[in-house]
Nanobody, 120 residues
Framework: QVQLVESGGGLVQAGGSLRLSCAAS????????MGWFRQAPGKEREFVARINRSADMTRYTDSVKGRFAISRDNAKNTVYLQMNDLKPEDTAVYYCAARSDFWVGAYADWGQGTQVTVSS
């Protein structure tokens, strides 16, 4: 099991940037695909981005393509989500998660989340 702790959230104006971090402990993340999800008030949790073990494959939900970038530093056991040109609709609690395979499977380990609020 991997313990995940997100940080870096906060309040930002529309058009601004934030960089979220997800620090892992318990196991090295080098054996996992890592993902970011978000949940806005009153909405279902949705996929945002994922990155494979060697960081040569990524996927994004359409609404963040060109604005967000997921990356990882396996040596630091940390995953990042760089968020640029933020919009009010990006307001949500952001979670990181880990799973074994890039293409299929459930995310077994989740962090507690970090709040991102984008003001207009």
């Amino acid at each position: 099991q991997v313990q995940l702790v997100e940080s870096g959230g906060g309040l930002v104006q529309a058009g601004g940037s934030l960089r979220l971090s997800c620090a892992a402990s318990g196991r090295t993340i080098s054996g996992y695909t890592m993902g970011w999800f978000r949940q806005a008030p009153g909405k279902e949790r949705e996929f945002v981005a994922r990155i494979n073990r060697s960081a040569d494959m990524t996927r994004y939900t359409d609404s963040v393509k060109g604005r967000f970038a997921i990356s990882r530093d396996n040596a630091k056991n940390t995953v990042y989500l760089q968020m640029n040109d933020l919009k009010p609709e990006d307001t949500a609690v952001y979670y990181c998660a880990a799973r074994s395979d890039f293409w299929v499977g459930a995310y077994a380990d989740w962090g507690q989340g970090t709040q991102v609020t984008v003001s207009s």
